[in-house]
């Protein structure tokens, strides 16, 4: 009687903790689905919104103490979060912050008209006692005195106007005849607060040293402030293809491999420039940076990003694009989910808690204009995440010797059977395409699965029956376990890193959940669009609701 009694206890947990497997699935689902159709407006919140607003905070909360940055209605910045989130320490480290979260208030108050749209310096991840910032690139003469900031200054109204996404344009006479005292107080704010979050390194992902359009310009940069404000700082310009180069992407089938930024454009000024140590620490050949792929650029600009912040003690690290919406959120969206590998941050979240974090916080939240995008096939979003395929390796991590402070139950979650469910129903391992590898890269998954494999291929039923009962006997256990040597040999394969389980399983529940609501659309008919398919059937197949289910 008590043998069977546990036995049904333990199947009951088992099927409980792949229900909530399930339903943090689904969260993705609803998640991107109202994302892909609803542009995000601090001062249009709806009942939806506030609940993905109270999940990220909860979210938030499972590893840090934090204040909030006011942004009631949009008053700070029409799209910044109405509640920004400022990580204090870890709840796992007595490191107490010193910042005064009113002083904070305050100079993010002031500083908001020195960069692009009001999108202000703001800390977003705490990683060892530093801030990771993001941001907007400075704003220009037209934008101070136009219909935004003249407007503000002089008249008292609110800055409601940063929240349009129209260009403002920058007079160059107006520049060279005006008044540069308005530059040295909005600036100079700023920089009160950049020093304020200890912030020492700038990267700037545009192209260009200023945003042109009609022959005027848009915007500026610190590595152009005629002044040299930013003089203390050191600036990294890192120039990085804009949104507009992910349609290329999409209509190459979502194959980032070989696919080369043409560098030879007008508008295209701004040339790559760090300091000579970067040169010898990373063993990265710069001087080919024209040449790389979208892959190979990618992957170095985020090892960039990572020895910055691992470079100093003390200093914080600011990432911004020209509005701070498309490419920022790229690589503050990678350093999150790298990081979170390595167990340096959120170390108590799920893969389908820190996919929904990064998603809602990172992306929707902050403003990226997903609709927009989609309906361009600017594919941006979908790279973000497809791209984790290539930083899994140890190159990528921060620390040199991994901690893992906890069990995340990464790959006992809904993701973790999704090489062996797809290839089970003749997914993408029977194509015979380049882009095979767009929704599986997993080898030693396979191995796992390999026991498995045997005889006709079964229903989708059944392999759903698998995954519930497969939470039993959690691979993530027998991974950790003493055992796993035996396991190795018995399976013929070597075990893949945690780093690797981890990135591999958030990109599998996103894959899974972005095929159900927004899907993948090819180009050309090609096994992509097969691809495409067999990830749809496989998403309702295991219970994933499709956007036609969602209300």
């Not at 480290?93 to 005064?100: K, L």
């Amino acid at each position: 009687h008590v043998r069977l009694q546990a036995t049904a206890v333990g199947r009951g947990s088992a099927m409980a903790a792949s229900g909530l497997s399930l339903r943090k699935s689904e969260e993705i689902v609803d998640l991107i689905y109202l994302f892909s159709k609803t542009q995000y407006r601090a001062k249009e919140v709806t009942p939806q919104v506030e609940e993905i607003e109270r999940r990220t905070l909860d979210l938030f909360s499972r590893d840090y103490k934090y204040s909030i940055i006011h942004n009631p209605n949009g008053e700070v910045c029409g799209h910044y979060p109405r509640q920004i989130v400022f990580l204090e320490q870890e709840l796992e480290y007595d490191r107490s912050s010193t910042v005064s979260i009113s002083k904070l208030q305050d100079l993010v108050n002031r500083s908001k008209l020195a960069r692009c749209r009001g999108r202000f310096v703001c800390p977003v991840i705490l990683y060892n006692g530093k801030h990771i910032c993001r941001s907007s690139t400075l704003a220009g003469w037209g934008e101070l005195y136009g219909r935004t900031g003249y407007n503000y200054i002089f008249s008292g109204g609110t800055d409601d106007t940063c929240a349009e996404p129209e260009e403002v344009l920058e007079d160059d006479n107006g520049v060279r005849n005006g008044d540069s005292q308005l530059f040295d107080k909005v600036r100079g704010h700023d920089i009160k607060l950049l020093r304020y979050l200890s912030v020492r390194y700038i990267c700037d992902l545009m192209v260009e040293n200023k945003k042109v359009k009609f022959g005027l310009n848009v915007t500026s940069s610190e590595k152009v402030d005629k002044a040299q404000r930013y003089a203390d700082f050191t600036l990294l310009s890192v120039p990085y293809p804009g949104c507009e180069f992910f349609k290329d992407y999409k209509d190459r089938d979502y194959t980032a491999e070989g696919l080369v930024f043409n560098w030879n454009q007008d508008y295209v000024d701004a040339p790559l420039t760090i300091p000579p140590c970067f040169n010898q620490n990373l063993s990265i050949d710069w001087s080919q940076y024209q040449s790389w792929d979208l892959v190979e650029q990618t992957q170095n600009y985020l090892k960039l990003l990572l020895h910055l912040i691992n470079s100093d003690d003390e200093s914080g690290l600011l990432v911004h694009c020209i509005s701070g919406w498309d490419r920022t959120p790229l690589f503050v969206s990678l350093l999150r989910l790298s990081l979170w590998a390595d167990g340096v941050v959120h170390s108590s979240l799920e893969p389908a808690e820190i996919l929904f974090l990064t998603i809602a916080y990172d992306w929707f939240l902050f403003g990226h204009m997903l609709p927009d995008r989609l309906s361009k096939g600017e594919e941006i979003f979908f790279f973000c995440f497809n791209f984790l395929k290539h930083i899994v390796s140890e190159k990528f991590s921060a620390v040199k010797k991994q901690r893992y402070p906890r069990d995340r139950g990464s790959v006992s979650s809904l993701s973790s059977e999704f090489s062996l469910i797809t290839e089970e129903l003749g997914g993408p391992s029977s194509v015979t395409s380049d882009n095979t590898d767009l929704f599986m890269n997993q080898p030693a998954q396979a191995c796992w699965a390999a026991p498995m494999r045997k005889g006709p291929s079964p229903s989708p039923q059944i392999l759903w029956n698998r995954l519930e009962e497969s939470a039993l006997h959690p691979l993530s256990e027998a991974r950790s376990s003493s055992s796993s040597s035996s396991n190795q040999s018995d399976h013929g394969c070597p075990l893949p890193p945690e780093r690797q389980t981890r990135l591999e399983s958030v990109r599998e529940i996103f894959l899974a959940a972005y095929s159900s609501t927004v899907g993948l659309k090819s180009s050309t008919p090609s096994p992509s669009a097969a691809i495409s398919g067999l990830l749809e059937q496989f998403a309702r197949g295991v219970g994933l609701r499709g956007h036609n289910a969602i209300v």
